[in-house]
């Protein structure tokens, strides 16, 4: 938090102003009118004068109480960029500075400072923890952090896109990239669902709605809707991205293995600097047509070998939904094998 000092000299009594200028959070988060943080401040701190305008909030009054305030300001702007919101009985604490405030404050201040030691990736809303989870996962953590392509393969339910889209919204978080874009190929599962009704958006959605799906799960619904209204996350079918550079950006592929050998060249040609790439697939769940090879075995076996490109293969035991789900993957695979 950036700070500005304005001392002024009233006629009766000095009078002290300071700026805060929130940079770890969404201005938009913290002063929206239904969000209770500015409202709370100012409740609690009546001696002050407060106002708030763009990423800035103007305090003046008494230095100690100011002091205080800017503390209390810098907690909740710490807690609302890691957690994305806070429960009542949390502000509360907070703002009334008893013992819990500051075992909140310690707590944040160590999930700020040692994401990586616990495998948290982000902090999703109402305190949602998402983290890497299995042996696999925290691999494919380290391999993108180390490399700038990275092939995610596995079986369903193993956490690749979900593991994906969490680097993704923690990258943006710490401003290490500017956007996020997530594609699919619009290949129907092995079904003809024929002509779709709506618009073009209503066409492709739902191919789409998984990724749609884990944002939601790691992003307030206030901040989610504006990064998409402005462009900061993108998602789009794969067909889409031709011409496109996509520089500033964390880039995920998603059931790359329904891509075609031309499209997945096309795919990696779009990256530009300051890119980061996460391709993720399930080699057995193809659903081209018979005799068209899958572009992402093809570019798995072309690419190996080259420095910044990494394959990451996860397993059944990585799959993190149903225990019923590993038996199954376990038995098909043992048919696919006999077969």
């Given at each position: ?6 001392a ?10 300071k700026?805060?200028?929130i ?7 913290f002063?929206s ?7 709370l401040?100012?409740?609690?701190f009546p001696?002050?004068k407060?106002?708030?305008r ?7 009054g ?8 800017e503390?209390?300001?810098?907690i ?11 429960n ?12 819990k405030?500051?075992e ?30 299995t042996?696999n ?10 490399n700038d392509?990275?092939?995610?393969v ?7 896109t979900?593991?994906?889209v969490?680097?993704a919204v923690?990258?943006l ?9 997530l594609a ?8 003809n669902?024929?002509?779709?009704p709506g ?19 790691m ?8 990064y ?12 889409f ?13 998603d ?11 096309m795919?990696l040609?779009?990256m ?16 081209l ?7 992402l ?16 293969y996860?397993?059944v ?9 590993k ?11 006999e077969?």
């Amino acid at each position: 938090m950036e700070i500005n000092y304005e001392a002024k000299l009233s006629k009766y009594y000095r009078l002290t102003e300071k700026i805060l200028i929130i940079e770890k959070t969404d201005p938009a988060i913290f002063f929206s009118s239904d969000s209770p943080y500015l409202r709370l401040l100012i409740k609690t701190f009546p001696t002050l004068k407060i106002s708030a305008r763009g990423n800035e909030i103007k305090a003046s009054g008494p230095e100690t109480e100011l002091e205080l305030f800017e503390r209390k300001t810098e907690i909740l702007e710490n807690l609302i960029n890691n957690r994305s919101t806070l429960n009542e009985e949390e502000l509360m604490a907070i703002l009334n500075g008893d013992q819990k405030s500051s075992e909140i404050a310690d707590e944040s201040e160590l999930k700020s400072n040692n994401v990586n030691n616990d495998n948290v990736l982000v902090f999703g809303p109402n305190g949602k923890i998402v983290r890497a989870r299995t042996p696999n996962q925290i691999r494919l953590v380290n391999e993108v952090d180390r490399n700038d392509i990275v092939f995610a393969v596995g079986p369903a339910g193993t956490g690749k896109t979900y593991t994906a889209v969490a680097l993704a919204v923690r990258a943006l978080k710490n401003k290490t990239i500017k956007r996020i874009f997530l594609a699919r190929p619009a290949v129907e599962a092995g079904e003809n669902l024929g002509f779709l009704p709506g618009d073009l958006k209503e066409k492709i959605d739902p191919y789409l709605r998984p990724l749609y799906d884990s944002l939601q799960d790691m992003l307030p619904e206030e901040k989610y809707q504006k990064y998409i209204e402005n462009r900061t996350i993108e998602i789009a079918p794969m067909a889409f991205m031709r011409g496109r550079t996509l520089d500033n950006c964390f880039v995920i592929l998603d059931e790359a293995q329904n891509s075609t050998n031309i499209q997945l060249r096309m795919f990696l040609t779009r990256m530009g600097p300051n890119a980061k790439v996460i391709i993720t697939g399930d080699l057995t769940q193809v659903d081209l047509p018979p005799k068209m090879e899958s572009g992402l075995r093809k570019a798995i076996k072309i690419l190996d070998g080259i420095k910044g490109i990494s394959t990451v293969y996860l397993d059944v035991e990585d799959v993190v939904r149903h225990p019923l789900v590993k038996k199954i993957i376990k038995a098909y695979g043992k048919e696919d094998g006999e077969r």
